[in-house]
């Protein structure tokens, strides 16, 4: 076999293996985050619209705020479970939200 297709084959496995770990990497914030922000929002701008609350990110070392949005529900029944920050040993660690079919 052809060394540069050797080559190839390798940098894209420990491609796969290096995103795979980082993805799973999860930052453990020191500072606990503030108190949610109430956000004020309308009706529904379209049918199965559902309001995805905003949030608390740690981004260079201070706390920003992610306004909430609207989000088609992706089937019916579907139920959005919000992320949330966890208190985790001596810091906090966001879980993200997502979909929840019942």
Request: charged share 20%.
């Amino acid at each position: 076999m052809d060394r540069r297709l050797v080559r190839i084959g390798l940098f894209f496995a420990l491609s796969l293996v290096l995103f795979t770990v980082l993805g799973c990497y999860t930052a453990v914030v020191r500072v606990p985050p503030p108190p949610p922000r109430v956000e004020t929002y309308g009706p529904a701008p379209y049918p199965d619209a559902v309001w995805v609350p905003g949030h608390w990110m740690y981004r260079g070392g201070e706390w920003v705020w992610i306004p909430g949005h609207w989000e088609r529900r992706p089937r019916s029944g579907a139920v959005w479970v919000p992320g949330h920050w966890e208190r985790r040993g001596e810091g906090w660690v966001w879980k993200d939200g997502h979909w929840e079919y019942r």
